[in-house]
């Protein structure tokens, strides 16, 4: 994995020293579309986003070590803490909530910890609201394009976590409610309101005007969000270990329909077909309405399920399946049903690239 570098980041930012990169940074927060493209070249170097984006960099160049101690938690320790910190699906309040956030390394972790135990069919940005307060003025940028480059919703308190004497608090939203895109930047009014929801107890600098977000768009999803509270009698090591595969009790038919292929009846385009007969384990997809073969078994997935995710999704995870289950030349309905349909993120972004209707 190529990671970024100083030299990267100037030559994206077509900079040549610290202090131009630093109001780089701070001068696309309000510009939606050259802060897109920052991002989209960050990731062309470097996609890895369970990994903070600018700690090292900033710590390299930008800390403050000795006035103001910045020196940031570890990337091991935030692994540990969100983890320890997990909780089910019917907490309320905070999804995570660091009060001395530096860059994001600790939001970061437990981001990817809620995310790990989510399916691409109960995932959706707008379940998880995170929060994080930083007094320093030099890290407020790094903090909040690591949360806007990965597609979170959170709060930003700049400010004194202490005395409550704050600067501005910002809105990072994922608007589209879409996990593979960007969010959205937003500064809350100074209003009594506001103050009095983050308790607030002087404002200390003139209000930033700046609102991106316009109408959100909510992602339904068909099944319940899928984090569990961390089991405490299990080996915490062990459980981190595990956790890209704890969805492997997912399987196709908890997310479509499957029969064999029924004689003269029309499939709607979207339809999923695998062969069954005298097979090598064959998928396509229907692009047009139209019968099927006996020979085939035809998948179509419930309703909100985008029929081409699920295509590309079989076509990477159906084979090693087969090779396991099958016997002889053909394929039982058996084999279809149980086809593992868990996917890891970093599959789930391959598939979506494969995926020609997004």
Same mark, same amino acid.
């Given at each position: 994995?190529?990671?970024?570098?100083?030299?990267?980041?100037?030559?994206?930012?077509?900079?040549?020293?610290?202090?131009?990169?630093?109001?780089?940074?701070?001068?696309?927060?309000?510009?939606?579309?050259?802060?897109?493209?920052?991002?989209?070249?960050?990731?062309?170097?470097?996609?890895?986003?369970?990994? =903070?984006?600018?700690?090292? &960099?900033?710590?390299?160049?930008? *800390?403050? /070590?000795?006035? %103001?101690?910045?020196?940031?938690?570890? +990337?091991?320790?935030?692994?540990?803490?969100?983890?320890?910190?997990?909780?089910?699906?019917?907490?309320?309040?905070?999804?995570?909530?660091?009060?001395?956030?530096?860059?994001?390394?600790?939001?970061?972790?437990?981001?990817?910890?809620?995310?790990?135990?989510?399916?691409?069919?109960?995932?959706?940005?707008?379940?998880?609201?995170?929060?994080?307060?930083?007094?320093? =003025?030099?890290?407020?940028? &790094?903090?909040?394009?690591?949360? *806007?480059? /990965?597609?979170? %919703?959170?709060?930003?308190?700049?400010? +004194?976590?202490?005395?409550?004497?704050?600067?501005?608090?910002?809105?990072?939203?994922?608007?589209?409610?879409?996990?593979?895109?960007?969010?959205?930047?937003?500064?809350?009014?100074?209003?009594?309101?506001?103050?009095?929801?983050?308790?607030?107890?002087?404002?200390?600098?003139?209000?930033?005007?700046?609102?991106?977000?316009?109408?959100?768009?909510?992602?339904?999803?068909?099944?319940?969000?899928?984090?569990?509270?961390?089991?405490?009698?299990?080996?915490?090591?062990?459980?981190?270990?595990?956790?890209?595969?704890?969805?492997?009790?997912?399987?196709?038919?908890?997310?479509?329909?499957?029969?064999?292929?029924?004689?003269?009846?029309?499939?709607?385009?979207?339809?999923?077909?695998?062969?069954?007969?005298?097979?090598?384990?064959?998928?396509?997809?229907?692009?047009?309405?139209?019968?099927?073969?006996?020979?085939?078994?035809?998948?179509?997935?419930?309703?909100?399920?985008?029929?081409?995710?699920?295509?590309?999704?079989?076509?990477?995870?159906?084979?090693?399946?087969?090779?396991?289950?099958?016997?002889?030349?053909?394929?039982?309905?058996?084999?279809?049903?149980?086809?593992?349909?868990?996917?890891?993120?970093?599959?789930?972004?391959?598939?979506?690239?494969?995926?020609?209707?997004?």
């Amino acid at each position: 994995m190529t990671r970024l570098g100083q030299q990267d980041l100037y030559k994206i930012a077509e900079v040549k020293q610290h202090s131009e990169f630093e109001k780089f940074l701070r001068d696309v927060l309000y510009e939606p579309i050259r802060r897109k493209k920052f991002y989209q070249d960050l990731l062309e170097i470097d996609n890895d986003v369970y990994v =903070d984006t600018f700690k090292s &960099y900033f710590e390299d160049y930008s *800390a403050e /070590r000795k006035s %103001n101690m910045q020196d940031y938690t570890p +990337d091991q320790v935030s692994r540990i803490l969100a983890t320890l910190t997990r909780d089910g699906t019917e907490t309320k309040g905070w999804s995570g909530y660091d009060p001395t956030a530096g860059t994001g390394s600790l939001l970061i972790q437990k981001w990817k910890d809620d995310l790990f135990q989510e399916s691409p069919f109960s995932y959706a940005p707008h379940n998880y609201l995170y929060k994080g307060e930083e007094f320093a =003025d030099n890290v407020i940028p &790094y903090l909040l394009h690591n949360m *806007a480059i /990965r597609g979170m %919703n959170c709060i930003v308190i700049h400010g +004194d976590t202490l005395t409550r004497r704050t600067k501005q608090i910002y809105f990072v939203q994922n608007s589209e409610d879409n996990f593979l895109g960007f969010s959205d930047i937003n500064v809350m009014p100074h209003s009594e309101q506001i103050a009095k929801e983050f308790d607030v107890q002087e404002w200390v600098e003139e209000p930033i005007k700046y609102v991106e977000s316009g109408i959100v768009k909510f992602n339904p999803t068909m099944l319940p969000m899928q984090r569990k509270e961390l089991d405490r009698n299990t080996d915490t090591k062990e459980q981190s270990r595990q956790l890209p595969s704890l969805k492997d009790g997912l399987r196709l038919t908890d997310i479509a329909g499957v029969e064999r292929a029924k004689t003269k009846k029309q499939y709607p385009a979207g339809t999923i077909v695998i062969q069954m007969s005298a097979t090598r384990g064959q998928i396509g997809l229907l692009k047009s309405n139209g019968e099927v073969g006996a020979q085939y078994a035809c998948v179509q997935p419930l309703p909100f399920i985008d029929s081409g995710f699920v295509f590309n999704m079989l076509k990477a995870k159906a084979p090693r399946h087969f090779k396991r289950m099958q016997q002889g030349l053909n394929l039982t309905m058996e084999d279809i049903l149980t086809i593992p349909v868990a996917v890891t993120f970093s599959e789930r972004q391959s598939i979506y690239e494969q995926t020609s209707l997004f």
